[in-house]
């Protein structure tokens, strides 16, 4: 009996396989793909040997059905690396931000099912339809024996390489055309020296202008922006959601007197030269001779000689320290915690104030260092003249320094020497105070475009001193060391030359702040000697183009 029930029961399996045909064995591959055993409880035989054609288009005809519903996870199950597979289509709605995707079998060629791909990606404000195609190839899973996609990145889209993944993200900044006051655009080919400075505006200031950037699905290496950047490649653009659009920036300068000061600088190895409105602050022109990526006029950080005796005369004035008709002897040399000499040693035994200032007379200017406090020059550079305060011009800046000082830092400090360090941006600045009577920070773009707040002094350069500083810079400008720089300059103009001495340097930087009407200028030429002779005929050049 019980050989005749085993008879029975083969019978009865071989009759089943015969009527049920492929379907008994698909279920039968299923099962024992899950791990189960077969009929007498034996885990069932794997598959082996390359997909069928039945297989390959069932499997790639799930796959995409689960991507396309947006069941990643299922998705992920039916490819032979399911984590690999589970981030990347993640990625692709969330990283992506493809908000919906239909997604279309071809006709297989072997184990290789080409499909097509209609994105839709959703973005902020932005909207675009992606389409292109793919492929995926189905193999055989060597631990479940079932047929699997293989998992590769160019399975997502066909240009994505091994350790790249995929991003919707901004592209290049917006177009923004930067043009200056009157609306002439300006160019780095034109106005060299704005190289540096016209990418800064337009990154800064490109989309409070109007502008918008392009949104592009690009294609990165795993670990996003830092990681293309540490390994210094660029993302690659597979899809432009949004070409952006360009805007026009308006700034402060002036074509006119951009295209004088560049060919100014250009006579020198190492000049830099920066024009402001006075009244405003507007910076009309910035301009090096050296053109690299660090902005000397604006950046630079070196003692300017004894244009800083604009503002130790301004303290010296306030104080009743000092009156341009009061006499104020030049002597040789003086001391004050060290010798101090004149260039050349020169001597004015009868001199004022007034004449002190308009020869550069050192000596004169030392000879008031005890009666005066070791911050006055500290405050009256700040309070008055906004040096060391937070310049939001537009543009990185160096804002001035100087610091309170006793013995004979605070003596070499009234002269523009020790510690004391300017850009020409600041030293044109200086001008800019004196001839306004009171500070305006220098700026390049208007701060109603992105609401900065401008540095404010404490106060204004008191009237009657104002006066008075007009009126010795106007006599150094048409009788003392200003003159023939500033010769042929009618109007309203006031000068005040520098010459800076540098450890190490075989001639001292040359120094010049001028002035004609509403438009102030300074320039620094580095070992230049004589700052009338150097710097002052750049200076006078801007100004005789502003």
Not at 307 to 334: F, N
Request: net charge neutral; hydrophobic share 40%; charged share 20%.
């Amino acid at each position: 009996m019980h050989k005749g029930a085993k008879i029975a029961i083969g019978v009865v399996t071989a009759a089943m396989v015969g009527a049920a045909g492929m379907g008994a064995y698909n279920l039968v591959d299923a099962v024992a793909g899950d791990g189960s055993t077969g009929a007498h409880g034996e885990p069932a035989p794997l598959r082996t040997g390359p997909p069928t054609a039945d297989e390959v288009e069932r499997t790639a005809r799930d796959f995409l059905a689960a991507w396309e519903s947006g069941d990643t996870a299922k998705a992920a199950r039916l490819t032979d690396n399911t984590a690999a597979a589970t981030t990347a289509l993640t990625g692709y709605r969330e990283t992506v931000h493809v908000e919906k995707v239909a997604l279309k079998p071809g006709t297989p060629q072997g184990a290789k099912v080409p499909f097509s791909v209609s994105a839709e990606i959703s973005h902020g404000k932005q909207r675009s339809t992606w389409t292109y195609d793919s492929a995926l190839e189905v193999v055989r899973g060597r631990s479940t024996g079932q047929a699997l996609v293989d998992w590769q990145p160019s399975v997502v889209h066909p240009k994505l390489a091994r350790n790249e993944t995929l991003r919707t993200d901004a592209g290049a900044a917006p177009q923004v055309d930067a043009v200056d006051r009157n609306g002439t655009k300006l160019e780095a080919k034109d106005y060299p020296s704005l190289a540096s400075v016209l990418p800064q505006l337009r990154k800064r200031f490109g989309e409070a202008a109007g502008g918008e950037p392009g949104l592009e699905v690009q294609a990165v290496p795993e670990g996003g922006a830092e990681a293309a950047a540490a390994a210094g490649i660029a993302p690659r653009t597979l899809h432009v959601v949004s070409r952006g659009k360009p805007a026009t920036l308006k700034t402060t300068l002036d074509a006119g007197a951009q295209r004088a000061a560049e060919s100014a600088v250009g006579r020198h190895a190492d000049a830099s030269v920066v024009a402001v409105k006075a009244s405003t602050g507007e910076i009309l022109a910035v301009a090096n001779s050296k053109k690299t990526e660090f902005n000397t006029a604006l950046m630079g950080q070196t003692a300017p000689g004894s244009t800083m005796k604009i503002i130790t005369s301004a303290m010296l004035l306030e104080q009743g320290k000092a009156a341009p008709g009061k006499p104020l002897p030049c002597p040789k040399y003086a001391t004050y915690g060290m010798r101090f000499h004149n260039v050349e040693e020169s001597e004015n035994p009868g001199a004022t104030f007034a004449q002190d200032f308009a020869a550069s007379c050192n000596t004169a200017f030392i000879s008031l260092a005890g009666q005066v406090g070791d911050g006055a020059l500290a405050a009256e550079a700040r309070d008055v003249f906004g040096l060391g305060l937070e310049w939001k011009t537009g543009l990185a800046t160096f804002d001035g320094s100087v610091p309170a000082e006793s013995g004979a830092g605070k003596a070499a400090a009234m002269i523009g020497q020790g510690k004391v360090q300017m850009s020409a941006l600041n030293v044109a600045s200086m001008a800019a105070t004196v001839r306004a009577g009171s500070f305006h920070q220098p700026y390049i773009v208007d701060p109603s475009l992105d609401d900065r707040q401008l540095a404010r002094a404490a106060r204004d350069l008191p009237g009657p001193v104002a006066e008075q500083l007009r009126s010795m810079m106007r006599l150094t400008a048409t009788s003392g060391t200003g003159a023939r720089a500033m010769s042929g300059l009618g109007g309203d103009i006031g000068a005040k030359t520098g010459s800076a001495e540098v450890d190490g340097q075989a001639k001292p930087n040359g120094w010049f702040s001028a002035y004609r009407g509403d438009v102030a200028a300074a320039a620094y030429v580095q070992q230049g000697g004589h700052g009338g002779d150097s710097a002052g005929p750049v200076v006078a050049a801007v100004l005789r183009a502003s």
